[in-house]
């Protein structure tokens, strides 16, 4: 029998998880949050899922003024994200642009330090 990947959610430390799963809601347009107890809970769009664990000081540990944590974020119809995400005053900090690696990106940072790259395969590259 053939084993399949199918995805990869990471359970990532958030400094404070109501605020995280509103964040997510409000501004990014994530819909089901849930929680398990007052430290666990998670947030999904369309089949992409997030798994948080409140934790302030790994937070800080691992996004700080030295460095973050980046994740990326495979989408489809970049451009309307981009636009979306615009519409909703999000703070962008690299605008969407047309990489020689072969993807479409633009990135934000969320209210935890996470560096988000948003990304599509450009149509005909490899």
């Known amino acids: 029998m053939a084993h399949r990947f199918i ?3 990471p359970h990532l430390p958030v400094r404070d998880l109501k605020a995280t799963l509103s964040y997510y809601s409000d501004r990014l347009g994530f819909t089901d949050p849930w929680s398990f107890g007052e430290k666990d809970g ?12 409140e934790s302030e000081s790994f937070t800080d540990d691992m996004n700080n003024d ?3 944590l980046s994740l990326m974020w495979f989408v489809e119809n970049i451009d309307e994200v981009y636009a979306e995400f615009k519409s909703r005053n999000l703070e962008i900090a690299d605008e969407l642009r047309a990489h020689s690696y072969g993807l479409m990106e633009f990135a934000f940072r969320d209210i935890n330090g996470y560096y988000i790259r948003i990304a599509e395969p450009i149509p005909g590259s490899q």
């Open 7 to 9: 995805r990869n959610t």
């Open 42 to 53: 998670g947030i999904r769009r369309g089949d992409l899922r997030m798994l948080f664990g």
């Open 66 to 68: 030295s460095h973050r």
